[in-house]
């Protein structure tokens, strides 16, 4: 049965635009109609951009037609989180406090996947500032999972990802701070890579937690996630803490295989909670790596169980700092009052969720007189020893694995009241961001218990990309995953 357009991934779909077989307009009209489909069940998009995407395959086209030579994505659909902002167009990070911001800049990361030639489908839901691990604290309501309506797609980039998991896009962009993007790739079934912190500009990124946040991937094969970094990575002089290292070709050694890689499972993981049936897809994982040639061993990671205490100190911290801007003055919500000092009280109560109100006011409290050192101080102090930890690992093995997260994806409203419980979904992941590495979440399957996708997570060393993208690559072909979620069948 022949495919529908938006049923082919990146590079087979740029592959064909500069093979004269389509136009970026046809491939871009496919995914728009896929949208209108899908759409109003999924709930991926906060602000839809047809329109201009539709202006941005033209614009492809003609230049193809002038004889310009395109990227190796160019006309292939994309979409935005959105709390990457956009010249002209709505960024709201999901929060009712910028329910009409409309930025006058673009980041660095918009505007290179811009100049890379993908048109622009629209910006997606996401929790209220990245602030979330289901996108049900989206102020403007919650996304679903394309394998489950019922079931949540994770967070914060869920919108990124069930997009790219239902059709609606071909590749995305998310942010990740502690898993955000690896534990809704895991959970929708697609691939999402955390990149090197500095390696992608935040420039243009609304901030949630400076030290940890970074751009990366959501798409459906390793492939499209190597050339959609290759895009986006590269120093910029607009970010402080963007490194200036050259960018390698991370797709130039895809197909190397990974005989002799040393592989380490990470010890602490079988102890974290991790589902039965996470454990069996992960170990079905693990064998096939070592049919692949891999010599794959147990790692101790002795700090890895703190991860989330430190995790929820430090970010909220940070949060509470970056938050302080929306006080209703420069941009953004105003809840007008007698003084200045009510109408920023009234202006944030409204503005901000219960989430993110939660999270300000933790890391508030971490932050004051008297609890700096007992705390905050003290979760760098041993988020120092975390990557340490990571620093001996590496010394024998070349990248670690673990699940992507230890439950396939819940139901809905299953975890909203219990917040430890919501934030232990992220137990997996928020380790590497702490140890500022790389890290992928691959598909490995569907549970046995309830159909839903597993993820495997690859981990490496701060520019270790190369060889993740290799042994990410080496996997996904030969598990040779090709399950599509329920919605895929409408039409």
Not at 116 to 139: I, R
Not at 362 to 382: F, P, R, V
Request: proline letters at 6%; charged letters at 20%.
């Amino acid at each position: 049965m022949t495919k529908k357009l938006w049923e082919h991934t990146g590079h087979e779909l740029a592959g064909m635009v500069a093979a004269g077989d389509v136009s970026a307009v046809e491939v871009t009209d496919s995914v728009i109609v896929r949208m209108e489909q899908v759409e109003p069940d999924v709930h991926a998009y906060l602000t839809p951009t047809a329109e201009r995407a539709r202006a941005d395959a033209r614009r492809i086209d003609h230049a193809k037609a002038a004889g310009e030579r395109l990227g190796p994505l160019a006309g292939v659909p994309m979409t935005l989180k959105d709390i990457i902002c956009t010249e002209g167009v709505r960024t709201s990070a999901a929060s009712k406090i910028l329910q009409n911001y409309i930025p006058p800049y673009s980041a660095t990361v918009a505007e290179r996947m811009a100049a890379a030639g993908l048109p622009l489908l629209g910006k997606t839901n996401l929790d209220e500032f990245a602030m979330g691990s289901s996108t049900e604290n989206s102020a403007y309501g919650p996304t679903c999972n394309p394998w489950d309506l019922g079931r949540v797609p994770g967070g914060s980039s869920g919108g990124s990802a069930a997009a790219v998991a239902a059709g609606q896009a071909v590749v995305g962009l998310g942010t990740d701070t502690g898993g955000s993007i690896r534990q809704p790739a895991g959970l929708c079934g697609v691939v999402g890579l955390k990149p090197t912190y500095g390696l992608v500009s935040r420039y243009g990124l609304i901030a949630f937690a400076s030290s940890l946040d970074q751009a990366g991937p959501i798409t459906r094969d390793v492939r499209d996630a190597a050339l959609v970094l290759q895009t986006i990575a590269g120093h910029d002089p607009k970010d402080s803490t963007s490194l200036p290292n050259p960018v390698p070709d991370y797709s130039a050694k895809l197909d190397e295989g990974i005989d002799g890689l040393k592989i380490g499972v990470v010890k602490q993981i079988s102890l974290q909670g991790v589902s039965e049936a996470v454990q069996t897809r992960f170990r079905e994982a693990v064998s096939i790596l070592e049919k692949l040639g891999a010599q794959v061993g147990e790692v101790s990671l002795p700090t890895f169980d703190y991860g989330i205490d430190i995790y929820y100190l430090i970010a909220p911290s940070e949060a509470s700092s970056n938050l302080a801007r929306y006080e209703g003055v420069r941009f953004g919500l105003r809840i007008d009052a007698p003084d200045v000092l009510s109408m920023n009280s009234r202006t944030r109560a409204a503005g901000f969720g219960a989430e993110v109100k939660r999270r300000i006011m933790l890391g508030t409290y971490c932050l004051s007189a008297g609890y700096y050192d007992a705390y905050y101080l003290k979760a760098q102090k041993a988020r120092t020893l975390i990557r340490e930890d990571f620093d001996r690992a590496y010394k024998d093995f070349d990248l670690l694995i673990s699940p992507s997260s230890p439950t396939t994806a819940f139901a809905m409203g299953e975890k909203l009241q219990d917040p430890l419980t919501m934030y232990l979904s992220d137990v997996c992941n928020v380790p590497t961001s702490l140890a500022g590495a790389a890290a992928m979440s691959v598909p490995c399957g569907v549970s046995d218990e309830d159909g839903m996708p597993v993820g495997i997570q690859f981990m490496v060393p701060a520019l270790g990309e190369v060889t993740m993208l290799k042994a990410a690559y080496a996997f996904e072909q030969e598990l040779a995953f090709d399950a599509k979620p329920p919605i895929w069948s409408a039409s």
